[in-house]
């Protein structure tokens, strides 16, 4: 820590005997030479003053862009180990018999990619419903899914998963992978109630393959809507401009503190471009919250029970 300040030596008092008669000081020189005194001694108070207010101030500047950059580097150190990369692969047919599958994923090919976190201790895997619709919906077993994920000794693990529910009209979905034996670190779930616009987040997801990649950015807007794979319309939806590309579905939307705020989902992009724009929204956390319990138990949602 550079610390900025003013060193007073201890005045040293020294004895002069001069034994030259000196000639009485007219009044007129006298006033002089205090009014002199004087000034010097304001100007010296002043430059003192000046220095002591400023210096800590210079200090301040110097630390503050380390200290944000370190915190910045814990929290990505914190919060990744719970973020995974999610592989969506299609298994081959043998080429004599067409309804022969061959379950070997050197013969699969990758149909997509996401991303997802950490939700519990058991291996639930929170993530976007679009990044697994062609598990969901396969017919034949065709389909498989692949999960990498780290442990908590930072050692990488890829496990195959398995669809427990999913919610098409919030875009949401829950895998499961097997953790027997595995110690994960599952995530810090804030609230997005309270949020305001201009506040600090950050993205971490596994964009065109890239794993574990930061994105930093502010809130840019509350109260969007952006549409579900069913149709529907996701209320609520949190605006960022932190970027959010293909393979970032899924992925956790985190404050300053490390809590997800969100689910990272959409990205608004000129037609064929698929590049992000700036505009980018996540599914608020407390919506996610309030259905991925009855995912776990169910598979379906509350309102599809009945």
């Not at 993205?203 to 794993?211: L, Q, T, V």
Request: proline content about 5%.
């Amino acid at each position: 820590m550079v610390v900025l300040g003013v060193v007073c030596p201890q005045p040293q008092h020294i004895v002069v005997s001069i034994r030259t008669q000196i000639p009485p000081i007219s009044t007129q020189t006298q006033y002089c030479t205090r009014r002199k005194a004087l000034i010097f001694t304001s100007s010296m108070i002043s430059s003192f003053i000046y220095t002591s207010h400023h210096s800590p101030a210079t200090a301040f500047q110097i630390e503050m862009p380390q200290q944000e950059e370190d915190r910045l580097v814990h929290l990505f150190q914190d919060t990744s180990p719970s973020v995974v990369f999610i592989k969506d692969l299609e298994l081959a047919k043998g080429s004599n018999d067409s309804t022969k599958v061959l379950a070997d994923d050197d013969n699969a090919k990758v149909e997509g990619t996401g991303s997802g976190f950490i939700w519990d201790k058991f291996g639930h895997i929170v993530t976007n419903y679009h990044v697994i619709t062609k598990l969901a919906t396969d017919n034949i077993g065709l389909q498989r899914c692949k999960v990498s994920l780290v442990n908590t000794k930072g050692e990488s693990i890829v496990k195959d998963a398995k669809i427990v529910g999913v919610d098409p009209a919030y875009d949401l979905a829950v895998l499961k992978v097997d953790v027997e034996g595995v110690e994960v670190k599952p995530v810090s779930v804030g609230t997005s109630r309270g949020l305001r616009v201009g506040q600090s987040c950050f993205a971490i997801g596994n964009p065109y393959g890239f794993e574990n990649t930061l994105t930093t950015g502010v809130v840019s807007g509350l109260g969007r809507e952006i549409p579900a794979p069913n149709g529907a319309a996701i209320k609520g939806a949190i605006q960022t401009d932190a970027a959010i590309n293909a393979g970032n579905s899924g992925g956790p939307l985190i404050d300053s503190s490390g809590h997800v705020i969100g689910l990272n989902t959409a990205t608004f992009t000129r037609r064929g471009s698929g590049m992000s724009s700036g505009v980018n929204f996540a599914i608020p956390i407390d919506t996610v919250v309030r259905t991925i319990p009855y995912l776990i138990v169910y598979g379906t949602s509350y309102k599809d029970r009945y």
